[in-house]
């Protein structure tokens, strides 16, 4: 509900030396439903700034492919307006937005090989002859695929698609480029390879790019800054950092990373700390947005920074007493189910040598400080 | 001991192909038990039978059994003027038994084919044997027919005793033995075979070309469409299926005659002012084939488009194609696979077609299988029918061999 | 086990007595060719046969294709027992040994029945003609003789013909005057077929082909045709449903259909009794009443109402011109002048 005011506010309170050339995409109140009836994008405001790489992280459902499809040009918003370099190009059709898009499932062309699908997009840019063939290679070099130009698609790996997707978006020089999961078809480790590999092309090109998934890791890993979507809705707009740390509302929280979420009352301030009281009347401090006192709220607590109770801990302002239920070993970390503030159940993650002398049914003592306790109003 | 091992545990190449074959043998004699069934019901009704029937275009019994001792005695004729006065006493003797066996007809008939009259020839003789008077017999034989003096008339029973013959692939494609045995094209007024051949191919093309241009934009139209919608239009483009070939031709017959309904319809807008001539034509014949033959066509390529990712065509676009040139270089070819099997269906079917041409065609519209038709039901002329079916398996044969070479045996779908 | 015995015994016993039964009704299977002339046989024979013999018939129908009654006898099992047949079938089935040899003594002296239609494995049973007919309610000035059917001028207009070169060759020599008894003769030499065809080519392309025999009085019903030649059966059949069509029998051209026993007939005795009662002057005649075939029994026309005989191609008035079809010059030259008149059509 406060999304729009949030967002405004936050397009607001941009440094005023950033002109509007400075954003490369701008979405103004963009409104789109399929059926008449429920918005599939409720009021969408965001402005993608040039060189950037935005990626729009969401569960399924929420919108953040529909906007991706807005911007390439498939789909026409119901409402507001869509700005690429300050022109209006809602009515404008994909061909002459001059936008590279790789596709979920990469879309290359089966029935031509791998210089052919590469210079499909130069045959309507009037590139043609040893220009062309030039810039196939330099695209094909630049995704490693030097070599493997007779190729047809079906010949090919899943990451060898990947790149010629990847080079045949990028062989025009596009002013964006846009990117719809495009590894979600790929195996842990290759999926983790790609995002250094297209992080690296971009920053090296400084090309903008938008990026669509519903992994979060691989959001964290590649972008510059996250729009969460939730609902249709920017649930949040900020880099990885900020995002992982201070996440604006239960969602958020919830969503990016492992996460305890308490509920407790406010009881006050204290030295510009936030004051909660649990369910046991526990006291934590935390930080974060107060309301009144009385009020209920959320208080978020990452696993990783619930840490034993060694007395040495820096800034670590809560002690909490918990029950260990059960332990689990990671490799690196243990991760252990606690009981406390009475029958809250939360999760700590552990250096795997700091807990091999827990065992499930004792008692410990944690800390944490109240830096990493995060309240949340919604 | 380990150096042993070493060599001993890698078997060499054809003993692990020996070894795959061992451990695969249990599946694959369960799948040949499953099929089984219905392979052997193939072979039985189908594959056997149609192999046998197309022996009956060489084989040449008549002659051979009827007139046996003829034969062996024309063994010895050189062909040059009228054999010896033995020839004609050992076919005397053979049409006597012909004609206890009531066979005469049978062999009356099959020289017939190859010389018009010799039905009655064998049969006036047949009749005549028991008046024959003692003496020569070869002065009454020519006293009953001068043709008996013919030496080509001996030359084309010598022939015929063999027990094989080209007479009836050799008329199928218009061809002829001569006296001496040498093969040569027939006169025109008997050519006919090549004629229906070509079109009989001519008219399948056109279908085919009719029903890819229907069918092409309608799978499109069905693909692209919201599933309750397509599956609405697709019942529409399977329901004619449902009812049979007999039934739609007849239909066409009320909606082609002079008087029926397309031509009323004509009148009364006033697009015309004389009825126009459809039914018995080749448009009419066209017509009704490519209304049979549309879901033949339309359904591989819609089963293939369907498979078609819609990010195809947005990944053209994205990639600055405008709409035409997206369908035409990347969503069209695509769709080969389906236009090549519906297009390659509904050739080789229409290659087959027998009731609506006869129905709704007129005399230049008869094609290969009316003609097999009429040699069975009218003439009982096996060896005819089976040579022309010959050709026809041929050809159908020989266009999708050809069809594999240029489209590819992988590239075809059928669903 | 004396009363296992009996029960066998006592099953045996009804068997046989139901089998016994069963025989006596055992119905005689007769195949025609179906439409209007099976169901004017149904009225005019099978029923009076069933009354007088309570002998029912099973009917079955048939195109003519010889192929079909040559399939049942090489299964070995010959489920029918009379058939009816055209002449050319007769000729090539007598021939070919399809057809049981007839015992005349059991059927009646062969001298009653017209010429050319008695036969070693046949008894001729109608005749019927195939006539040039056109439509009363659409032609003023009517035709009177076969030559007008290639008459443009006089009637223009397309033209009905049977696709088959048998009668349409006789049609153009005799409209080309040749005499009846000269045409096959005429066809019989090169020169003979070339000026068949010659004359054929004059209206070829006014001509509608029809195949099968209920075409002829569709075309004229539906207007596609002026003319036609057609069966006289059809149109008479197409007349007493309310249509006018006239007959011209000028140059008519007679052939006949005959009953034949297949090959392996299980009871040959009742085929013959039937063909017997079917050939009775009285039942001939009562079949001319259905359809006007002309019955092939000089004793029989004596039987037929005047005002049936009329339209009999067997009545005197008809026959002044009449030719009748050789089927043996068609069982000897079918084939090739088939083949020529394939690549004429074509052509």
Known sequence: ?378 | MAQTMSLATPLSRPDLRAALRRAERPNRLRALALALPALLFLIVTFGAPIGLFLTTAVRNPEVRHILPQTVSTLDQWDGQGVPGEEAFAALAADLARAKENSTAAALGKRLNYESAGMRSRIMSVTRHLGSFADGPLAPQFIALDPAWADTELWAIIKRNGAPVTLYYLLTAVDLGQDATGGIGRVAADQAVFLDILGRTLWIAGLVTVATLLLGFPTAYVISLAPARVAGLMLLMVLLPLWTSLLVRTTAWVVLLQTDGVINQVLLALGLTTEKLQLMLTRFGTVTAMTHIQLPFTILPILSVMKSISEGQMRAARSLGAPPLAAFWRIYAPQTLPGVAAGCLMTFILSLGYYITPALVGGPRDQMVSNFIATYINRDLNWGMAAALACLLLVMTLSIYLAFLRIVGAERIKLG | ?347
């Not at chain 3, 001319?288 to 005989?309: F, L, M, S, W």
């Open chain 1, 1 to 378: 509900m406060n999304t729009i005011s949030l967002e405004r506010r936050r397009l607001g309170d941009e440094p005023p030396t950033r002109s509007a050339a400075e954003d490369m995409v701008v979405f103004e109140r963009v409104q789109k439903t399929y059926d008449g009836r429920t918005l599939v994008v409720e009021d969408l405001n965001l402005a993608v700034r040039r060189g950037e790489f935005l990626t729009m992280l969401g569960p399924s459902g929420s919108g953040k492919t529909t906007t991706l499809m807005m911007l390439g040009g498939f789909e026409q918003p119901t409402s507001g307006r869509i700005l690429l370099e300050g022109q209006a190009v809602e009515r404008l059709p994909p061909e002459r937005r001059d936008i590279g898009f790789v596709f979920q499932n990469y879309a290359l062309f089966p029935h031509m090989t791998v210089r052919e699908n590469v210079g499909f997009p130069l045959r309507y840019r009037g590139v043609k002859g040893a220009e062309a063939a030039r810039r196939i290679e330099d695209a094909l070099e630049m995704v490693q695929l030097g070599g493997l130009g007779e190729r047809r698609p079906a010949q090919l790996s899943g990451g060898q698609q990947q790149r010629v997707a990847l080079a045949r978006a990028m062989v025009f020089n596009p002013k964006l480029i846009l990117m719809d999961e495009p590894l979600g078809a790929l195996d842990k480790q290759l999926r983790e390879h790609m995002q250094i590999e297209i992080k690296q092309i971009q920053q090296r090109l400084g090309i903008t790019m938008v990026y669509v998934t519903h992994d979060q890791s691989e959001a964290l890993t590649m972008s510059d800054r996250i729009a969460v979507f939730h609902q249709g809705r920017i649930q949040q707009l900020s880099d990885p950092v900020t995002l992982y740390e201070q996440p604006e509302n239960r969602f958020v929280a919830g969503f990016i990373g492992d996460n305890n979420t308490l509920a407790c009352e406010l009881a006050g301030t204290e030295n510009g700390l936030v004051v909660v009281r649990m369910q046991d009347g526990t006291r934590l401090l935390t930080t974060g947005p107060a309301g009144s006192p009385g009020e209920s709220m959320t208080v978020s607590l990452r696993p990783e920074r619930l840490g034993l109770d060694t007395g040495s801990r820096q800034g670590a302002h809560n002690r909490i007493t918990a029950r260990v239920l059960d332990k689990t070993f990671l490799g690196d970390r243990v991760r252990l189910a606690l009981e406390a503030f009475g029958d809250a159940r939360l999760v700590a993650s552990l250096p795997a040598a700091e807990g091999a002398a827990i065992v499930p049914g004792c008692t410990v003592a944690m800390a944490c400080a109240a830096a990493d306790c995060r309240t949340l109003t919604r």
């Open chain 3, 1 to 347: 086990m004396v009363s296992k015995r009996m029960f066998l015994a006592a099953t045996t016993l009804a068997y046989g007595l139901a089998l016994g039964a069963a025989m006596a009704a055992e119905p005689l299977s007769v195949m025609s060719f179906g439409g209007a002339y099976q169901e004017a046989q149904r009225k005019a024979v099978f029923n009076a046969y069933a009354e007088a013999t309570g002998r029912p018939v099973s009917e079955q129908e048939y195109g003519g294709e010889i192929a079909k009654i040559k399939a049942m006898i090489d299964s070995g099992n010959t489920t029918l027992d009379v058939v009816d047949v055209d002449a050319p079938t007769l000729l090539q089935g007598c021939d070919e040994g399809i057809f049981e040899p007839i015992d005349w003594e059991k059927i009646g002296p062969k001298s009653e029945w017209l010429p050319g239609t008695t036969s070693d494995c046949g008894v001729g049973t109608i005749v019927y003609a195939t006539i040039l007919s056109y439509d009363e309610e659409k032609l003023a000035n009517k035709p009177t003789k076969l030559a007008d059917l290639f008459d443009l001028e006089k009637f223009p207009g397309k033209r009905g013909l049977w696709k088959n070169p048998a009668t349409n060759l006789e049609f153009a020599l005799l409209a080309d005057g040749v005499a009846p008894d000269a045409v096959y003769e005429t066809l019989s030499t090169p020169e003979g077929l070339d000026r068949a065809f010659a004359k054929l080519d004059t209206i070829k392309d006014q001509i509608v082909w029809w195949e099968a025999g209920a075409q002829a009085p569709q075309l004229l019903a539906s207007g596609e045709v002026t003319l036609t030649t057609a069966w006289n059966g059809r149109i008479f059949n197409a007349n007493k449903e309310g249509r006018k069509f006239g007959m011209v029998w000028d140059n008519q051209i007679l052939d006949s259909n005959f009953w034949a026993i297949p090959k392996g007939a299980k009871d040959i005795e009742g085929s013959l009794a039937f063909i017997h009662f079917a050939v009775e002057p009285k039942i001939l005649a009562a079949t001319a009443k259905y359809i006007p075939y002309g019955p092939v029994r000089t004793t029989a026309a004596a039987e037929v109402a005047p005002e049936d005989a009329r339209n009999l191609p067997t009545s005197p008035a008809n026959l002044t011109t009449s030719l009748t079809l050789d089927n043996a010059f068609w069982a000897d030259h079918g084939d090739e002048i088939r083949k020529r008149f394939t690549t004429w059509l074509s052509n």
